[in-house]
């Protein structure tokens, strides 16, 4: 496989992260392997609070979510809450916006979702 680009997430002030309720100036480094219908995402968190940092602290080094990309965004989240799977995180991308809701306790990983601009 080629070695994949070290992207940054966006600064905060574009990002507009949000961990938990509150404000967070997280970032962290990521790389994307594409493997045909499947794409790892690898993820190095800063020091902010933030799931990716949590996780990491928590955890060790291992999977942290499954993603879906999603149209509707607020709509999902909404649905998902009411499921019992709470917002841990949400923010922008150049591009679009994710969330990852803690659906831990039901399915036994974090989900992304994600929702490009058109």
Do not use: C
Not at 48 to 64: F, Q, V
Not at 68 to 90: C, T
């Amino acid at each position: 496989m080629e070695k994949p680009q070290i992207i940054v997430t966006d600064a905060p002030d574009i990002a507009r992260t949000e961990y938990r309720g509150e404000r967070s100036e997280a970032r962290a480094k990521l790389a994307f392997f594409d493997m045909g219908s499947l794409q790892l995402e690898l993820i190095e968190p800063d020091r902010n609070p933030s799931t990716w940092r949590e996780h990491l602290d928590k955890y060790g080094e291992g999977p942290h979510h499954i993603a879906f990309v999603v149209d509707g965004m607020k709509e999902k989240i909404s649905l998902m809450e009411g499921r019992g799977m709470p917002l841990l995180q949400k923010g922008e991308y150049t591009g679009g916006r994710y969330a990852y809701l803690d659906s831990s306790r039901e399915l036994k990983v974090i989900i992304e979702l994600l929702e490009n601009d058109r």
